[in-house]
């Protein structure tokens, strides 16, 4: 069965702090790994990994995924309050396979 | 463009009632997912459209039903609601194989009394 696991499922630290999300994948037909925010509705668009090794970074931003290992991680440096939502993680093709979620609360 | 719209964004329900959830993309993309998303269980698959004419099942298909009305529109039934299908919805489209990134409608919160 195809899974995605994320962790931890809920972290709280102060503004300025650097936070380091991760997420394991189990898929068959895997293709990409992508991250999204979500903050009070919608899940918006971070990134889509497919390559081993290469960060795709955004601002303070930055993912990474290790196709050999089967995970990823999601780094964000110098936190804000604005960073506080929830971060899933997806895997798969066509068909993508959620995370429960983290849970960032970023704390002024 | 609006992206992803949904219809309606709140319904309360009592068990047996049945409704339709309204989903329309306007970025000419070939394929539309239905997910639900429960508090501790990230975003879980109902049904999805490969293309116009085409639907499968995902992790979660019981007790509903879809229809790919055209390109641009996605329909979810519930033709006898439960308790536990009390959810948000969500509505994701894509462009096709190759190009994974899934967007997101704003979601309908559906409270089964």
């Known amino acids: 069965e195809d899974k995605v696991v994320q962790s931890p499922l809920s972290l709280v630290v102060h503004e300025g702090d650097t936070v380091t999300l991760n997420c394991s994948y189990e898929v068959t037909n895997f293709r990409s790994l992508l991250w999204y925010k979500q903050e009070k509705k919608a899940p918006t668009f971070l990134f889509m990994l497919?390559?081993?090794?290469i960060e795709k970074k955004s601002g303070r931003l930055s993912s990474i995924l290790d196709k050999k290992e089967l995970f990823s991680i999601l780094n964000i440096t110098a936190t804000q309050t604005g960073d506080s939502a929830i971060y899933l993680c997806a895997g798969g093709a066509q068909k993508l396979v959620f995370g429960q979620g983290t849970r960032l609360t970023i704390n002024p | 463009n609006a992206g992803v719209t949904q219809t309606p964004k709140f319904q309360v329900l009592k068990t047996g009632q049945s409704m339709t959830l309204q989903c329309a993309q306007d970025m000419n993309h070939n394929s539309m997912y239905w997910y639900r998303q429960d508090p501790g269980m990230g975003l879980r698959l109902i049904y999805y459209?490969?293309?116009?004419?085409?639907?499968d099942k995902g992790e979660v298909p019981n007790g509903y039903n879809v229809s790919r009305l055209n390109k641009r529109e996605f329909s979810l039934r519930l033709e006898s609601a439960a308790p536990s299908q009390t959810s948000v919805y969500f509505c994701?489209?894509?462009?096709?194989?190759?190009?994974?990134?899934?967007?997101f409608g704003p979601g309908t919160r559906l409270l089964v009394l």
């Open positions: 994701a489209s894509s462009f096709d194989r190759g190009k994974e990134t899934q967007y």
């Open positions: 459209s490969a293309s116009e004419g085409t639907t």
């Open positions: 497919t390559s081993s090794g």
